[in-house]
């Protein structure tokens, strides 16, 4: 410090010699005063460092600066004295830079002499010295400039300081976070989430996530879905899936992260210590059902009180947002969409266009899981038959039924039928062309037209033998009419069989609801005019088509006005049944009576009915006994486009007088082919089967025709609710 108090001081007098040398010029003439200024008198700057450019002086500023030599002199001796300087009177309305800055060197001297004074302060006087000008030198011009300059100066540290508050962060503000619509609740339902803006998630078990806060601030909203695996796994509701919160103020603590702890009947909030989270509320569904993989809901809400600052960036599945972005629910519940329409079904296991097509509530007929399904629904739009079905707590569709085989039935109101089986794989058993998903507890499948049976106006669904479960299943498209390539218009024995398209058809199989057969046995149906029963058989079974005819031939009987319980226990009044025998007539009349029958080739074959009780002994038809009459013709064809397939026709006055009866009282008729199924085939009356005779379709038919006037199909398409 002695050292800097005397360098002080010799600065001091070197700038006294020079104002005195600098101040004689004054004294000369106003003429002679520039050239003496020019001949080099001036004294050289301060050896510090580089003075500034002073102003031509004046008479003025001479008078001024006259009497401050002795002052200059007492400041340089000012720092050894440890004496304040007294400032003239005027020059010195406030202290100098220099000054102040030795006032507190003088007063740490004071108080600690021996002590080594940090160097720093020094090193920043010393080095702000040079460009400080001596108080002695300015004159009363250059005070403006001064005080110009301090003015300056001080608007250039306000702008600094604006600068700095414009690159300062954000305070965070719960009123300026962007609105959404919205109104949470935490009880897994995600659809009051419908407006607030979802963020992807590259974890590999989370499609997606969301965050909002509550309309009044006081809570954070988290949500995010995926897919699971199991019914039992709830992997996706762990620590793997943070989310994870960086303060501004760079604090970690327990309020570092957020996870879900999960189990089936409970979920907890958990904070980075894994400890549980005051006030925290969530809600966790996992859909998938048994081993079927299945959507997941996570669904939480936590109070802000946790965060010890809401000024934080959250990560969540690799994607980041900063807390004064994320959304707040303005408490309004999410706008409830208009009643739902149908547009249309796609198989891709997302379901939502299930919304507009009514569900019916559904029981499985196997006591032993009788909760395996719970809901289904059918629709038809003309190109394809649509069926959904949802899996009860039980089992699931695939092991559904008296046999829990997973067998169903699309039955038409011609009583054809479609029977399918559903597998998990997902799959569709005998239909070819079949779409399947099976998302959770979740089926739909569609089976195309050409797949379905023939009806003339609506389609069931159903059990395989068993209950109907929805049915008036109509085509969507009006104009697009049926599958029917002929209406019917009575028939025709002809061996053509299209008359018999449109008119409703029985089911005639062995099978039982626990066959494992891919279709039906075969479809039977009998037609009177009055004066002629006829009947019609198909079959495409690999089984049947294998007797190539003997399954038409053999086991046939008719049965007139009998109980249908009678029939169906085998105690039916045989007196008034009739047993065909198939025999046939050549050209020429003769009667062959043990024509070959069965193992036939591919071919259409057409024979004479005679009674089983026939004595055999006429040859010719144009020479029959009593016993031996003939009462109608049968043509089979057998092989062709992969089926089998008979008509028949009895003359009724001739079976009656057979019978011993009139012809009038042959009311009720039933028929059973025996090699094909126990199944007995109906004209009239109730039925066994689907359909009962010609006049009960056009009854039905004429149902369906009056509830189309009344827009059958918006009592088809029920609304969401």
Not at 177 to 206: C, F, Y
Not at 435 to 455: C, T
């Amino acid at each position: 410090m002695k050292v800097k108090t005397i360098v002080k001081g010799t600065a001091a007098i070197l700038t006294s010699i020079s104002l005195f040398f600098s101040s004689m010029p004054v004294m000369a003439t106003e003429s002679d005063s520039t050239p003496q200024m020019e001949a080099g008198e001036q004294p050289p700057a301060p050896a510090e460092g580089p003075q500034e450019q002073r102003q031509p002086k004046t008479a003025e500023s001479e008078v001024i600066q006259q009497p401050q030599e002795p002052t200059k002199e007492e400041e340089a001796q000012e720092p050894e004295q440890q004496q304040p300087q007294e400032p003239v009177k005027e020059e010195a309305q406030e202290p100098t830079k220099e000054e102040e800055a030795q006032e507190p060197e003088q007063e740490e001297e004071a108080q600690e002499p021996e002590q080594q004074q940090p160097q720093k302060p020094e090193q920043e006087e010393e080095t702000q010295k040079p460009e400080q000008q001596p108080e002695e030198e300015k004159s009363e011009t250059d005070k403006p400039k001064d005080k110009a300059d301090k003015d300056k100066t001080d608007d250039s540290a306000a702008e600094e300081e604006t600068e700095k508050e414009e690159t300062v962060p954000q305070v965070f503000s719960l009123e300026q976070l962007p609105s959404v619509e919205g109104s949470i609740a935490v009880d897994g339902d995600l659809s009051d989430w419908a407006k607030v803006t979802e963020r992807a998630s590259d974890a590999s078990n989370v499609d997606s996530w969301k965050t909002a806060f509550s309309a009044d601030g006081s809570t954070l909203y988290f949500s995010y879905t995926g897919s699971a695996g199991t019914e039992w796994d709830y992997g996706f509701a762990g620590s793997g899936n943070s989310f994870r919160f960086t303060y501004a103020d760079g604090t970690s603590a327990e309020d570092a992260s957020l996870s879900i702890n999960a189990w089936q009947t409970g979920a907890a909030v958990k904070n980075a210590w894994y400890g549980d989270v005051q006030g925290a509320s969530a809600a966790v569904k996992n859909e998938a059902h048994g081993n079927n993989a299945g959507p997941y809901t996570v669904e939480f809400a936590v109070p802000v009180g946790f965060f010890h600052n809401l000024d934080f960036v959250l990560e969540f599945g690799g994607v980041s947002i900063a807390s004064r972005d994320i959304e707040r629910v303005n408490g309004q519940p999410v706008e409830v969409q208009p009643q739902p329409v149908y547009t249309g079904i796609a198989i891709d296991g997302s379901y939502t266009d299930w919304a507009a097509v009514a569900k019916t509530d559904v029981d499985c007929p196997n006591e032993q899981h009788k909760g395996c399904l719970s809901q289904a629904a059918a629709i038809y739009d003309g190109d394809w038959f649509y069926i959904y079905i949802k899996d009860g707590k039980g089992g699931n569709a695939s092991g559904a039924g008296t046999h829990a085989n997973g067998k169903f039935a699309i039955v038409s109101d011609l009583g054809y039928e479609t029977d399918i089986q559903l597998r998990t794989t997902p799959a569709v058993g005998g239909v070819d062309g079949a779409l399947a998903a099976y998302v959770g507890s979740e089926w739909e499948i569609a089976i195309p037209k050409d797949q379905l049976p023939k009806y003339r106006e609506s389609l069931s669904f159903g059990f395989y033998e068993g209950d109907v479960i929805i049915s008036g299943i109509v085509n969507l498209q009006p104009d697009n009419g049926n599958n029917l390539e002929n209406l019917f218009n009575g028939i025709h024995y002809d061996g053509s069989y299209d008359d018999w398209e449109d008119y409703g058809h029985s089911t005639i199989e062995y099978a039982t609801a626990g066959s494992q057969e891919s279709q039906i046995d075969a479809k039977g149906a009998l037609y009177f005019n009055g004066e002629k029963l006829f009947a019609h058989v198909v079959t495409n079974m690999p089984q049947h088509l294998q007797e190539a005819g003997g399954e038409f031939t053999a086991a046939v009987t008719i049965a007139f006005n009998q109980k249908q319980s009678d029939l169906q226990n085998g105690a039916y009044d045989s007196k008034m049944a009739f047993y065909p025998m198939f025999v046939t007539v050549d050209a020429n009349g003769a009667i062959n009576w043990g024509p070959q029958l069965s193992g036939l080739p591919e071919g259409t074959y057409e024979y004479y009915i005679a009674s089983a009780d026939a004595w055999r002994t006429s040859t010719n038809i144009n020479n029959l006994n009593e016993m031996d009459q003939l009462y109608g013709k049968m043509m089979m064809t057998v092989g062709k486009d992969g089926k089998d397939e008979m008509e028949l026709y009895l003359e009724l006055p001739m079976i009656a007088r057979k019978l011993g009866v009139d012809k009038t009282d042959l009311k009720e008729i039933a028929a059973q082919f025996g090699r094909i199924g126990r199944q007995w085939i109906y004209t009239a009356g109730a039925s066994t089967g689907p359909v009962a005779g010609v006049s009960l379709c056009v009854a039905a038919a004429g149902l369906i025709l009056l509830y189309k006037k009344k827009n059958l199909l918006e009592m088809l398409i029920a609304s969401a609710k």
